[in-house]
């Protein structure tokens, strides 16, 4: 079993963050909690507060073309892409996926303070799953 601790934020994938944010705003009534960027990988995004703060949003926007999130929305669209979960230890994560037959999407690998990993939604009933241990810099 998956050691999860919480589910931490569900993605959605937009051609413009700025048009797809007053709708979440203004319907949703979501706060912005902070922008960061993301240029290895290509993309930007933006997190939302739901207004309890149990669980945040994020909106992710392509920066330039062939990233993922490019591809994705070329293929499939705007709208939801994948739920982010908090594991305990992703190393256990991985151990307890392997043992129900299924072989961590990617790796696992560090981005951002976060070792991550994925569960493909071919493995997934038809969502990506991302789990993720926060890694504490050193000196923070």
Not at 35 to 55: A, I, M, T, W
Request: net charge negative; no cysteine.
């Amino acid at each position: 079993m998956i050691p999860i601790k919480r589910v931490d934020h569900i993605s959605f994938v937009t051609w413009s963050i700025e048009k797809s944010l007053a709708w979440f705003e203004q319907v949703m009534g979501l706060k912005v909690a902070h922008r960061f960027q993301n240029p290895e990988e290509g993309y930007s995004g933006v997190v939302l507060d739901l207004p309890n703060k149990q669980l945040q949003f994020e909106l992710l926007e392509p920066l330039g073309e062939d990233s993922f999130v490019e591809r994705f929305l070329r293929t499939r669209g705007p709208g939801f892409h994948h739920v982010t979960i908090e594991v305990e230890d992703i190393e256990a994560a991985a151990t307890a996926l392997r043992q129900a037959g299924i072989e961590p999407f990617r790796g696992i690998h560090r981005s951002h303070g976060w070792l991550q990993t994925y569960i493909h939604p071919r493995d997934g009933g038809g969502v990506l799953w991302q789990l993720f241990e926060e890694v504490l810099e050193p000196g923070k």
